[in-house]
């Protein structure tokens, strides 16, 4: 791409971001409520149908880690990367089971975190004061990840500009100043807006990216013969490392507070459920472009573009180098906005769940005597500031193993499964036993995770054990969840009046 | 309310048997020049959302645990 063609891409990213900017600013003021309310912020007043759902499901799911860290870890790894796009299907079946149920008790009981519903069920303000830390600090790692795939577009673009290192920083600086201001006046109201937008450029880039891709090597059939046997199935070593990550994904998706957030924000029971069945359809192109990881290996122009950056960074680029390399530059401008906002949208929404919890869950704890404008008001400045400290995240993973952002995150998330999860369903847990096997199981998972990387940067969450690798999520999980039956089990039963 | 959870428990376990453990990874049989390995959760993708959409469609409003409307426990 020539200084012209560079130009282009870039003006159009421009103008689109503009565009982005504005519906954020709208959002404001669309269906508008109380926005001094943190229920009516964070939820956006529980009045989005099915269809706005449905984009802020998508938004909030399928973020830079499916667009960008997939095709990553399909380029590093071969098959085995596919898990992390695999599992989608069973991602909802097993959020169908308890989060519209989680929904209903939230309505009932005026919910708005996970935390809530913890507090009221285990009538315990420690325990929900804990999982609401556990929660902020769980979505660092997660947040990073989207910051990671922010940087990585700006670097594709600005590649080759003078001082092109100086001019990264500045647009990253400047992308998350508006993304503070836009979380901070809109909520989540304005994120919606701004997942419609993203959604549908991610749709355009992502079958686009598809449709010209595979013809250009020759079909799948071509391309999947040609490559090493590693790109086409796993070593069966792999596969219990294959089944359970997936399996440590699956449940710890919809323990992510933006996730429940989210959810919570649905108008009713019925749509959310629907949404739910929607979304893996979201999924099916989303997986084909994810094999572009694999395919670029016969795309000599996007492996020349890649080679001009260090080995650690070339994966995270594998979509940003296609688009920039095989299409003309407008449309190139047009599909990396959508992947840019891919990632910016996403981390909003994790940024206002982050607010919620502090807010709600920790600040008026222990100071009841804050105003509800006070809430809110600390809700928003947090949500502003968490984004700043997850930059702190970017340096412990490489780029190209930036999958590795979320699976760290999950082996805190799922941690809540035994008190969010299995507490709507029964009540037999003690909080201390709760207290204790989250505490525990995060030290394990946090000490396993640090010495399998030789406490260097991370490029792995499988633990080697005698059956095979397993990834560290599931083993914590398991940790938590004996300490909580046994420790439930000890403690002497009160008399509930 | 029972046969929500049937039905439901059905889905469930047809959509994990189907790809929690990596059975299908082999190369053949192939779909348009894709190996099974990835075909095989492409096309669940789109049999899991039917099945999702008739638990959906079935359940209407309902919850899977018993609500507070319809009876409190515990307190």
């Known amino acids: ?497 | 309310m029972k046969r929500d959870i049937y039905l439901m428990a059905a889905v469930t376990i047809f959509i994990f048997a189907a790809y929690l453990w990596p059975w299908y990874n082999s190369v053949k049989p192939t779909l348009f020049g894709l190996p099974f390995f990835y075909w095989w959760v492409i096309v669940m993708y789109v049999v899991g959302s039917v099945l999702l959409w008739v638990y959906a469609s079935v359940s209407g409003e309902r919850g899977l645990s018993r609500s507070e409307t319809q009876g409190r426990e515990g307190k």
Not at chain 1, 43 to 52: P, T, V
Not at chain 1, 330 to 349: E, H, R, S
Not at chain 1, 353 to 375: C, F, M, Y
């Open chain 1, 1 to 497: 791409m020539d200084q012209l063609g560079q130009l282009e891409m870039f003006s159009v990213f421009v103008v689109l971001f503009a565009i982005f900017v504005v519906l954020g600013f709208y959002g404001a003021r669309f269906r508008r409520g109380n926005l001094n309310d943190l229920g009516d912020w964070a939820l956006a007043g529980r009045k989005l149908g099915s269809f706005l759902t449905f984009f802020l499901q998508g938004a909030d799911w399928f973020t830079a880690y499916s667009i960008l860290a997939i095709p990553s870890s399909v380029f590093v790894s071969g098959a085995f990367g596919f898990f992390g796009v695999a599992y989608q299907t069973m991602v909802f079946a097993f959020a169908m089971i308890f989060v519209p149920t989680l929904w209903i008790r939230a309505r009932e009981r005026g919910y708005i975190t996970a935390s809530d519903f913890v507090k009221d069920r285990f009538r315990s303000t420690t325990l929900s004061i804990f999982l609401a830390v556990v929660g902020i600090v769980a979505v660092l790692p997660y947040m990073a990840l989207q910051i990671t795939g922010l940087q990585a577009v700006l670097t594709a673009m600005l590649y080759g500009t003078v001082g092109a290192s100086h001019v990264e920083e500045i647009a990253l600086i400047i992308a998350f100043i508006i993304l503070a201001a836009f979380t901070f006046t809109s909520g989540l109201r304005g994120a919606t807006l701004g997942a419609v937008m993203k959604d549908v450029l991610v749709w355009i880039a992502l079958l686009s990216i598809v449709a010209v891709i595979v013809p250009s090597v020759g079909g799948f059939g071509h391309a999947f013969q040609s490559l090493p046997a590693k790109y086409s199935t796993i070593n069966p070593s792999l596969s219990l490392a294959f089944s359970t990550s997936m399996l440590g994904v699956v449940i710890s998706a919809y323990l992510w507070p933006h996730n429940i957030n989210a959810s919570l924000g649905a108008s009713s029971a019925g749509r959310l459920k629907r949404g739910f069945a929607l979304a893996p359809l979201y999924a099916v192109p989303l997986a084909l472009a994810d094999l572009m990881g694999a395919l670029v290996l016969k795309v000599p122009s996007a492996l020349s573009f890649l080679s001009n950056f260090p080995t650690s960074y070339r994966g995270i680029l594998v979509i940003p180098s296609l688009l920039i390399t095989k299409f003309p530059p407008w449309f190139a401008g047009l599909a990396l906005l959508g992947v840019f906002i891919g990632g910016l949208v996403p981390a909003a929404v994790m940024a206002i769940a982050q607010g919620n919890l502090l807010a709600r869950n920790i600040v008026k704890e222990l100071r009841p005597s804050t105003s509800e404008k006070g809430v809110t008001s600390i809700a928003k400045w947090a949500s502003a500031a968490f984004k700043f400290l997850a930059l702190a995240f970017v340096f412990t993973v490489p780029a190209s193993y930036a999958l590795q952002f979320y699976l760290v995150g999950a082996i805190l998330i799922i941690q809540l499964m035994p008190a969010v999860f299995l507490g709507l369903y029964s009540d037999w847990f003690k909080s201390q036993a709760l207290i204790a096997g989250t505490a525990l199981s995060i030290a394990a998972g946090v000490y396993m995770v640090l010495s399998v990387n030789h406490f260097k940067q991370i490029t792995t969450t499988l633990y080697p054990t005698p059956l095979g690798s397993i990834y560290i999520g599931v083993i914590a999980l398991a940790i938590n969840l004996l300490v909580t039956v046994v420790v439930s089990a000890a403690i002497p039963r009160r008399k509930v009046a």
